[in-house]
Structure formats: C-alpha cells, structure tokens
C-alpha cells in the first residue's frame, strides 16, 4: 500500500479508501450478511487499506464499528457525516449535534478523525458554515473528532459551486468531491485551492455506473454526440474509450479510471466501493498502479475535460 498526508490534517492514510456506500454498501446492498462484511473491512484492512469512509445514512456505521472494534485506534482513520438537510427542513444545530452522537455510538468510537456535512446544496451552504459549522466546532472541542469536512452533491450540483464557496473558508479541513475521465471539473473549480489551502481530498465517483455496468457508456456517449460534446466517431464505438487499453495502458475501463483519478494532482485519498474481497484486491491492485500513460491522460483531457455533469448518478440504493 502506498500512503500520503491528508492535506495539512497531520493524518497519515491509505492513497486506497475503502467506501461504506455507494451501490455495495459493504455488501449489504447485495444481500451480504453483517459477518461477510465485517470479514470485507478486515480483508481491506489485510491489504493495508487505513481509511474508511460511511455516512449515517449509509446504514453501515454498525458493521463498520463491529469490524473496527478492538484495534488500535491509532492504526485506521475513519470519516462519518450527516445531512444538514431532513425532508426538506434543515437541521437545527442540536439536531446535527445529535446526529453526531449518534454515529459516535453505532461506531463504538469515542471520535472520529473526519466528521463531514454530507451533500451540501449551494442554497444550503451559507447555512452550512454560518449556523453548523460553529456548533460543530465547540463538539471537536470536547474531542468529539479531528477535523471538519464538507462534501458536495454532484448530481444537483454539476459546476460545484458549493465547494467554489467552501474552498474559500477556513473552518474546512477536508473536502470529498467527484472526479472521474468524464467528470473533470474539479481540475480548475477546486483542486487548485484545495492543494494552496493545504485541504485534504476524498475523491468519489471515480468509478461508478458509467464505468462499471454494461451499456451506460455507450448510451451517455450517443446523447452527447448528439449534442455536439463529443464527436460522432465515439458514439459508434462499441467501448468509446477502448483507446486506454493496450499494452502498455489500462488493462480494464475500470483499472484505467482508477488510475486516472489516483495520478491527477491533488488527490489525496481514492475512495472505491465493494462487497467482495476479489473485487476489493482488483480496486486496491489498480489505483496501486502506475499513472496512464501520458498520451492516454492528454487525450482524455483533449476530449472530455469540457464535459459537465456526466456519470454522476447517484447510487441506486442509497437516495439524499
């Protein structure tokens, strides 16, 4: 495994980070009992994976907290989050509060190194840093956790004008947001200032359908040939992007997208999901690679860094 500083936290973690949501859910999401996943966070754990990242509504907290407990609390780090948000009704202060609390206890930790707010809206963001931020300073006082962090909301939020605010104040320490061959963004609207301001990075999404279920790509490919984004030539392709695999590139989509995301500047920690132990050994196995080559990387820039919003789906059981 090979590991890296999250931004200026002091924390030492994994550049591999194992997600708790997603589609997988650790397993959960596939039927998967608590005891497979538990052996899933130990295998992650086997291959030197120290950072893991759930949500309380990600509804893995309790595994992940059951696989975790005993070890040395120095020997993995570990983000949880909340919503701000609740059916349409922000969240009072104390409400966040509890809701930290209440992560706290189904981890059966007494801090967590990252507490985030989890996909915070545009319109929802001065709320965020004004009125949250502050109570959530006083928890980390009582060394409820580490570090604050905030993470955006890519499907309603394409240009991340959220996180163009957040990268802006102080009370951040850690930034989760979407980038993958497709989704490049993050290159010019916050990576620049993340890596000036010494905050760290959890990329997400660097793999998720488009990539990883037959058809999406081909079907995203012909829509945006037919809106003039793409040439026309892609959207007959069988694989749009079989130009990454040879010899001496990618040997999957997936082992390229992962490398993709690992290598761009900036990036910290690459979080991948899963519910098997193969598939964890394959993710791990690819963002431990070599970047692409240069040429792939400049091609992919060349023909999709102008691209917004696409391949940002959120996962199919786990709805904000």
């Known amino acids: 495994m090979d590991y890296t500083s999250l931004g200026n936290t002091g924390l030492n973690v994994s550049v591999a980070g194992l997600g708790c949501g997603g589609n997988s859910r650790l397993g959960l999401g596939s039927g998967r009992s608590e005891a497979e996943c538990v052996a899933l966070v130990r295998a992650a ?11 309380e509504n990600y509804g893995t907290e309790a595994v992940l907290g ?3 407990a005993g070890l040395d ?3 993995f780090v570990l983000s949880t989050k909340t919503q701000i ?4 009704t922000r969240k009072t202060p104390a409400e966040v509060v509890a809701c930290l609390d209440g992560s706290l206890k189904r981890l059966r930790l007494s801090y967590v190194d990252v507490f985030m707010l989890h996909a915070v809206k545009p319109a929802d963001y001065q709320y965020a840093r004004d009125i949250i931020a502050p109570a959530l300073v006083a928890e980390q006082g009582k060394g409820k956790f580490a570090h604050l962090g905030i993470t955006e909301m890519p499907s309603n939020d394409p240009h991340q004008d959220m996180l163009k605010c957040a990268v802006q104040d102080p009370c951040w320490n850690v930034m989760m947001f979407a980038f993958h061959m497709l989704n490049q963004g993050a290159r010019h609207n916050v990576l620049p200032h993340t890596m000036a301001n010494g905050i760290g990075t959890l990329m997400m999404f660097v793999v998720r359908n488009i990539f990883s279920r037959p058809g999406v790509l081909q079907s995203a490919m012909r829509d945006l040939a037919e809106s003039g984004q793409v040439f026309g030539a892609l959207a007959e ?4 992007l079989d130009f990454l695999l040879h010899d001496d590139g990618a040997e999957t989509l997936t082992d390229a997208a992962y490398r993709f995301v690992r290598h ?3 990036t910290d920690v690459v979080l991948f999901g899963t519910g098997s132990v193969e598939h964890l050994h394959s993710n791990v196995a690819s963002i431990l690679r070599p970047a692409l080559p240069d040429t792939d990387r400049d091609r992919l820039s060349e023909l999709f860094g102008c691209l917004t919003g696409i391949g940002l789906a959120l996962p199919d059981r786990v709805k904000s």
Request: glycine share 10%; proline share 4%; net charge negative.
């Open 45 to 55: 754990l086997d291959v030197g994976v120290t950072y893991f990242d759930t949500a």
């Open 66 to 68: 059951q696989a975790l």
């Open 73 to 75: 609390r120095d020997s």
């Open 85 to 88: 948000v609740r059916a349409g």
């Open 237 to 240: 392709r069988d694989n749009p």
């Open 264 to 266: 761009e500047a900036g």
